[in-house]
Nanobody
């Protein structure tokens, strides 16, 4: 079973940057898409960004123009570059991966905390 491990979270001042990494223990080539989600205290988990196996990307409105998702199939890693961070970006960030073939896989990482101070 492939496992996902996030890293790169931490404490940063507003306006700063962080880059999150999601490293898979196996190949990510077969994943149809991989996402970054986040969950702030007292709020539901929300989708932040998606990248497909073909490299297409999509972003939630609050992060458009500030966050960039990318993937490196050779390193089995997906990244989330976060710039111009705001206090409202504070949350636990989770990596998610979905594979439909040859069998359905739906995988979550354990999360990494991002805290943005004002």
């Amino acid at each position: 079973q492939v496992q996902l491990v996030e890293s790169g979270g931490g404490l940063v001042q507003a306006g700063g940057s962080l880059r999150l990494s999601c490293a898979a223990s196996g190949s990510i080539f077969s994943f149809s898409y991989m996402d970054w989600y986040r969950q702030a205290p007292g709020k539901e988990r929300e989708l932040v960004a998606t990248i497909t196996s073909g490299g297409s990307t999509n972003y939630a409105e609050p992060v458009k123009g500030r966050f960039t998702i990318s993937r490196d199939n050779a390193k089995n890693t997906v990244y989330l570059q976060m710039n111009s961070l705001k206090p409202e970006d504070t949350a636990v960030y989770y990596c998610y991966a979905y594979q439909g073939r040859p069998k359905i896989l739906s995988l979550w990482g354990q999360g990494t905390q991002v805290t943005v101070s004002s």
